[in-house]
Each structure stands twice: as C-alpha cells, then as structure tokens.
C-alpha cells in the first residue's frame, strides 16, 4: 500500500500522473473512492488525459456510464438499481477489453465484487489536504 498527501489540486493532479504511470501496464482497472469533494474528479480527469489528451473527462454524477478515447467512465454515485450485476459486469468486460476503465464510487455499492484493479482511496484531511491511498486489489 502507497500512500501521498496532496495539499492541492496541483499536487493530485501530479499523483494521479505518478500512480497511473507506474500502474499503467499492470492495471486496466481504476477504482476511486472517496467522499464528495475529496478530489476523485480531479484525479480521475488526470489519468483520463495521460490515456488521450483530447479525454476532457467531467463529473457525471448523472450519468453511469461515459466513454472517452481508449477509457470508460462510470460513476456509481447515484447508481441504486439502474444497473443490474449481470448488465454491469457484462459492461465492464467489454470496456476492459477496448481499454482503461475508472470507476469512482465504487464502494458504495456492494453487489459488485471487483477482480485485479488498483483501488484509489482519497480521505480529506482538512480543506485542502488530502491522503491517496493506493491499494493493489
């Protein structure tokens, strides 16, 4: 387990390039948690960019599922039963075979049992500081 502290949006943006780097060929799977605010956007839109500089990845709180260039994003924030396991993990396999794939709120909801991915936990500390956690799943 690594662990950074970020003290602004600069900093997670330069851990999220450090983290995805070093994790790139090793993981397709990217799952961020965190609390709203904490910074999993920010994160999530760093790697997006490392993947395709033309990704302009966005908060989707909104939406379950958004596709970039080589990456999708899915944000299970408000997900409840839009979603059923079957349809979820039939998803994910295909995405996982056209390329990255970041799920933030991953924790939030149980039914899915995630394999083989890098978990990205990133608590708020104080207004502007952050503790990224990085865990190997």
Same mark, same amino acid.
Not at 42 to 49: D, E, G, L, R
Not at 76 to 89: G, M, N, Q, R, V
Not at 100 to 123: G, M, P, Q, R, S
């Given at each position: 387990?690594?662990?950074?502290?970020?003290?602004? +949006?600069? *900093?997670?943006? /330069?851990? /999220? &390039? +450090?983290?995805?780097?070093?994790? &790139? #060929?090793?993981?397709?799977?990217?799952?961020?948690?965190?609390?709203?605010?904490?910074?999993?956007? $920010?994160?999530?839109?760093?790697? /997006?960019?490392?993947?395709?500089?033309?990704?302009?990845?966005?908060?989707?709180?909104?939406? $379950?599922?958004?596709?970039?260039?080589?990456?999708?994003?899915?944000?299970?924030?408000?997900? *409840?039963?839009?979603?059923?396991?079957?349809?979820?993990?039939?998803?994910?396999? *295909? @995405?996982?075979?056209?390329?990255? $794939?970041?799920?933030?709120?991953?924790?939030?909801?149980?039914?899915?049992?995630?394999?083989?991915?890098?978990?990205?936990?990133? @608590?708020?500390? #104080?207004? &502007?500081?952050?503790?990224?956690? $990085?865990?190997?799943?």
């Amino acid at each position: 387990m690594n662990k950074f502290i970020s003290k602004s +949006e600069f *900093e997670t943006k /330069a851990i /999220a &390039k +450090e983290i995805f780097s070093f994790y &790139k #060929d090793k993981y397709k799977l990217f799952v961020i948690n965190g609390n709203i605010s904490a910074g999993k956007t $920010v994160f999530s839109q760093q790697i /997006a960019k490392l993947i395709d500089k033309n990704n302009k990845l966005t908060s989707s709180s909104f939406t $379950v599922k958004t596709n970039y260039n080589n990456l999708a994003h899915y944000d299970l924030y408000l997900l *409840e039963d839009k979603i059923s396991t079957p349809e979820f993990y039939s998803l994910l396999n *295909e @995405d996982l075979e056209n390329g990255y $794939v970041i799920i933030e709120w991953a924790n939030i909801i149980k039914k899915f049992k995630l394999k083989n991915y890098l978990e990205i936990n990133i @608590d708020i500390k #104080d207004e &502007k500081t952050r503790l990224i956690t $990085v865990k190997e799943k």
